[in-house]
């Protein structure tokens, strides 16, 4: 099956620090990805829509300066979290699709990020 | 914001017991996608059923849409210890990007040895 590999799994850092969460598909070729983010206990939120080649699409609400997302190839989407701090402490997932119709999204194990 | 509703929050039963959880959405779908997520990892495909699609079977798992109720539910049967994770159901709207997942708050689901 369709595999997504998102690294690292778990980030501690000191608030200020810019951190970067990779994204990839290891056997298939994604036109789009996704980002999530999820408290605990809670649902996914969308956080924005990764195209290759293009700018993302944020949600409503997600500062783009704040989360850069880059999808530089169709298997490869990053996300920095620039100036990290407290708040920005969260669960992050990405998940991938490709090309076809009603199909599934893959997701990636997520990345545990806590900014002390 | 999440458009979906799923009952229960929490359901627990003993291994061996049928669980079912429902969904509810808003909008015209193309698909309704559930998924399930073990505590601390990713999310974990199971069904997807598009919209002209009433029941759809997949091993222990059995999945109904009714898009009159726009409501769907997920049996889980001869349920085990490992079926223990939260589960959620996910729609692509009409009205939206086809591939835009909406995702409901999920139910958490024990299944007790």
């Known amino acids: 099956g369709a595999v997504v590999s998102q690294h690292p799994s778990w980030v501690i850092c000191k608030s200020g620090t810019s951190v970067k969460i990779e994204c990839r598909s290891l056997?298939?070729?994604?036109?789009?990805m996704f980002w999530y983010r999820q408290f605990p206990k809670q649902s996914l939120m969308l956080m924005a829509t990764?195209?290759?080649?293009?700018?993302?699409?944020?949600e409503q609400g997600v500062e783009k300066d704040k989360f850069l997302i880059n999808h530089a190839s169709l298997t490869l989407s990053t996300l920095t979290v620039t100036s990290a701090h407290p708040e920005d402490s969260s669960f992050y997932i990405c998940?991938?699709?490709?090309?076809?119709?009603?199909?599934?999204?893959?997701f990636g194990d997520g990345t545990r990020l806590s900014i002390l | 914001s999440q458009q979906g509703e799923e009952d229960p929050q929490a359901l627990s039963i003993q291994e061996g017991e049928n669980a079912t959880m429902n969904c509810s959405y808003k909008t015209s779908i193309n698909n309704l996608q559930w998924y399930r997520q073990n505590s601390g990892r990713g999310l974990v495909h199971l069904i997807l059923?598009?919209?002209?699609?009433r029941e759809k079977h997949s091993g222990r798992l059995r999945v109904t849409l009714d898009t009159s109720k726009k409501s769907s539910s997920l049996l889980i049967t001869a349920s085990r210890a490992a079926d223990t994770a939260s589960y959620f159901c996910?729609?692509?709207?009409?009205?939206?990007?086809?591939?835009?997942?909406?995702f409901g708050e999920g139910t958490q689901l024990t299944v007790n040895p």
């Open positions: 056997d298939f070729q994604a036109t789009t």
């Open positions: 059923i598009r919209s002209n699609e």
């Open positions: 996910a729609t692509a709207s009409k009205e939206t990007s086809g591939s835009r997942l909406t």
């Open positions: 990764s195209n290759e080649g293009s700018k993302a699409t944020y």
């Open positions: 998940s991938a699709l490709g090309g076809r119709v009603n199909q599934p999204q893959h």
